[in-house]
């Protein structure tokens, strides 16, 4: 007993010596090694005697080889490997063959060369050994055809049902991989293996079973129904906890399926339609029940007494997310018709109450997410959620925290607010205090008589030091809520003020100023606020004193009390440091003062009488008249102005006629076309309306020449369907709208435009239906879009009740991007934090590619008049797809300005390069087509080719959601031989950007 505490305490000295020096060691990974010393090593593969170990060593470096990204391995170079490894099929060493079976599976190799190995592992396949058999299964199924596959099929069937667990699911999940690749229909014989195999006391082999009969019976409704009733009693053998959790998933999908998935020509069936988001009110009074629904919820009700947790937790969850779904059960413990949601709550309680870290956070996920649908039915755990508040893992609390905020009520939340104070101010991850503080964004809305307690909570957070995406979602939530709720803007604009006395963040700092020079103006003492910008002149870089300068001088055009003291104010910059902050300080002085100097004339020509009234209103109406130049409207106007614009007019001129003098006067109209446009939506948005509507023919001609370009909402439509969706998800601002896109032909009994409305991380798809039968009336009109792919989810649609002849009417559907974008607002910013660093590589990439087409179809009822009943039709209309190019918006740029853009670009590393065999006759039309494809503008006039040229260069530009520089450069050659060929050089702040734009002409 003593030798071994003496040996025990060596071990425990030597392991406290090495940690001491841990950090110091640099790791060399023994399996790294370079490739063409690997390739040469593979030698050793036909020696003889075989040396075991070497050889596993190299295998290993191998595969490290082919799963590192940094160096690839040629095609040449994998068929070298692949013969070499061959070789070892003369060794029994299990371990070596396992290792071959491994490799041979990850080599990218062709059919012939996998035919080849192929009587190898058949040969394997037969083995009386169960490790060869199971492995060499494995291997085949992700290399043999649907040829070979039908002539294993019999040693196959034999796998399946074998005695031997390890062979038998590697039967199985060959099987999959066969039904899913190549050979569904040689599969599909299998079922009574595969269901022999269900009963099973393995709980792998009963996954691997269920997993492939399901796969096989997917699009059979019924047959996956019976598969639920089935396995799904008490009696069952289905004891393992992974099958029973995907047969959960399967109940889920077929309930989702009957009751929203179904389209509207199953609205006269026995079960209940509803919409994925809006609910149908006529049957809020029908309590049918579907058969499958209630056979799918009897499933879950009997899973929901299971003892195993898994099990539990994976009811609970499927629950909770088709409650999500079921609008018109608000605020009820039915779903879809049926009582569950009480027993859910029971076993949620159970979890809450658990002493199990990992089962109170998975279901307080679950009932934070229930809480948002229907916050009263969750309010029952409350009690269970308030004991989480002070709870050790930190992620446990915020979601506690976050869910009482949505189900509690206004008398208690000051007290809840004091606690979640508590706890911010205790030192926590950002990213938790930035989920509460989006939660209390909503709160607000909920109760907004508490707007000022919200509003000091959020003032107290921002005077300590936290990150800069912390501090920007609190200035996002009050900037919201004065937007949102005008009594608190007096005192939310005050704490705006103090919070730019001490930022140290500058894009935080710029943006505040610029919110602030819109609304001072409005509030009941401007100069009360005006000292808070005024020290920023003096204190603040050159950047923030041009922004601070310039929304002083806005405040004196809106504030005339204001105007004098503001001038005084602004003569200190007048002999700035900063070549420019002076040169802008200077002009908007003596604009400044000359409008001062007006306003003083017309004051003193009032006073002094010379005039009588009628002379003076004269004159008054001359002057107003004489004073509405350009400048004026631009620097009033509070709607949009189209700048790129004047930059266009003023750089035609200077290469026009340089001498002469520039008149703003013959671009006007132009400039504030845009105004006009949000000034009639916004006063009349009735009219506009209808000038859209008469306007339906001339969008049909012109619908691929339309312009695209970013404008307010001025659809009536849109304003009542999308704009509460706008608040619901907290959209942000729209950055730009697609021109119209037609999806049927032009003489079609049915016609849809398509537009896009592009947000960060969502779209508004707005569809423009039109009926040319005369004879017809479409009712219930609903639009059903289908994909297979996953990287827009559909979040809401509406629908149309009636669609008369020559009436087009407005349908909307919202998605919403799975990966979000990762662009900074101010990525040039130094004191920005998380730039670079906010995602991983995977998501940024995956982030950018939005690239997705959708089925879309007609569903609708036919009828001769109102009083009819109709008969259900569909229509099958073109796919609508959605690309990266929807997102890019052509701008403008001063001559010469592309070259310091585009040397400023080479910071980011983010270039991208790629040639293309183009389909076009000429330059000309190449160079159209480009400019068409990419939605960009050429620069410095570079679109204009020379006659008969057969090399043209062309540089373009652009910017990705209104915010993100894109350049190219573009070189095109015609070649007698090889056609059009297209070489592209692309740049922007992100290099994934840049590779989606180039793939864009694939």
Known sequence: MLKQMIIKDKVQRNLLKDSRYEDEKFFVNPHDGDKANVLQETRVFSSYPLNIQKCLNILTKILYL?????????????????????????????????????????????????????????????????????????????????????????????????????????????????????????????????????????????FHALTLLCSIKYNDKLALEKIISSYGKRSSNLTGSLANCLLIKYAAHLIYHTEIGGDILNANNNSVPYNNTTPNVNNTNNQTIHPTTKVCF???????????????????????ELATYDLEGRNSTTIFNVEILTDCLKVCKLFLLSTKTIEKFCIIRKVNKLSHYRPMIASKLNEDIEALLTDENKNICVLAFTTL???????????????????????????????????????????????????????????????????????????????????????????????????????????????????????????????????????????IRADGMYALFYIALKCQNNSKDILFLLKCLLVDSDDEVRDRTNLFYHMLKEKIQ??????????????????????????????????????FDNNYIDVEKIIAGISNHMQNDLEAEFD??????????????????????????????????????NASNAPKFVEHLTDQAYIE??????????????????????????????????????????????????????????SDVNLQINTYEKKWNILEKTTIKNIYYNQPQNLYILLKKNVPFNISLDSNDPNLESNNNSQTQTDENDGFDVSQSFQCSLHFYVKENEMDDGYPDSYSINNMNIQITDFINACILRNSEFKLLWDNMSQYNSECT??????????????????????????????????????????????????????????????QQYGCLLKIISRSTNKHLSEYLIKSLE
Not at 490 to 496: F, G, K, S, T, V
Not at 936 to 956: A, F, K, W, Y
Request: aromatic share 8%; glycine share 2%; hydrophobic share 35%.
């Open 66 to 206: 082919i799963n590192k990204n940094e160096t690839s391995l040629t095609s040449q170079e994998c068929t070298e490997i692949f013969f070499s490894i061959t070789k070892l099929f003369q060794s029994n060493n299990e371990r070596l063959r396992r290792m071959v079976y491994l490799v041979i599976k990850s080599l990218p190799v062709s059919e012939k060369e996998v035919f080849i190995v192929t009587s190898s592992l058949t040969k394997d396949m037969n083995s009386s050994n169960d490790c060869y058999r199971a492995n060499a299964i494995r291997v085949l199924s992700q290399t043999i055809d649907s040829v070979l596959a039908a002539q294993i099929e019999r040693y196959l069937k034999t796998a399946i049902v074998d005695k031997n667990p390890f062979v038998s699911s590697s039967a199985l999940l060959c099987g999959l991989n066969l039904f899913i690749n190549t050979s569904s229909d040689i599969v599909k014989r299998w079922i009574n293996e595969v269901s022999e195999c269900i009963n099973s006391k393995h709980p792998m082999i009963q």
């Open 405 to 543: 905020l949505k189900t509690g009520n206004e008398q208690n939340i000051d007290e809840l607010l004091n606690q979640i104070n508590t706890y911010m101010n205790s030192d926590n991850n950002s990213s938790f205090k930035i989920q509460i503080i989006q939660e209390i964004k909503n709160l607000c809305f909920i109760y907004p008589n508490k707007s000022k307690v919200i509003l000091n909570f959020l003032s107290n957070n921002l005077r300590d030091e936290e990150s800069y995406k912390f501090k920007s979602t609190i200035i996002d939530t009050i900037i919201l809520i004065i937007t949102q709720i005008p009594n608190s803007e007096e005192n939310a604009i005050l704490q705006l003020c103090e919070f730019i006395e001490d930022c140290e963040y500058n894009s935080l700092l710029l943006r505040v100023i610029r919110f602030l020079l819109l609304h001072i103006p409005k509030t009941k003492k401007p100069s009360k606020y005006i000292r808070y910008i005024y020290n920023r002149l003096i204190l603040e870089s050159s950047t």
């Open 664 to 701: 703003h006067e013959q671009i006007k109209d132009d400039i504030l076309y845009t105004t006009e446009l949000s000034r009639e939506g916004l006063g009349s948005s009735q009219n506009v309306y209808l000038k859209k509507k008469s306007s339906y023919y001339e969008m049909q001609n």
């Open 914 to 975: 790629s040639k293309f065999s183009l389909n076009f006759e000429n330059i000309q039309a190449a160079v159209t087509g480009l400019l068409n494809n990419l939605n960009m503008s050429p620069c410095d006039n570079t679109n204009i080719v020379e006659p008969n040229s057969n090399t043209h260069n062309m540089l373009l530009y652009a910017k990705f959601l209104n915010q993100t520089n894109v350049l190219c450069m573009v070189s095109l050659i015609i070649s």
């Open 298 to 320: 009897d499933f879950l009700k009997l899973c929901l007494k299971s003892k195993d947790p898994v099990v539990l937790y994976e009811a609970v969850k499927s629950i909770v």
């Open 598 to 635: 007006k306003l003083d004339e017309q004051v003193g020509n009032v006073t002094n009488g010379e005039e009588d009234q009628d002379g003076n209103a004269k004159q008054e109406e001359e002057t107003k008249n004489k004073q509405d130049t350009l400048v004026n409207q631009i620097i």
């Open 721 to 778: 369907n999308v704009l509460p969706l706008v608040e619901k998800y907290n959209m942000g601002s729209l950055k730009l709208i697609t021109k119209h896109t037609p999806l049927t032909e032009t003489e079609a009994e049915y016609t849809v435009f398509v537009k896009k409305y592009i947000y960060l991380n969502y779209i508004v798809l707005g569809f423009t239906i039109n009926n040319t039968l005369n004879d017809q009336i479409l």
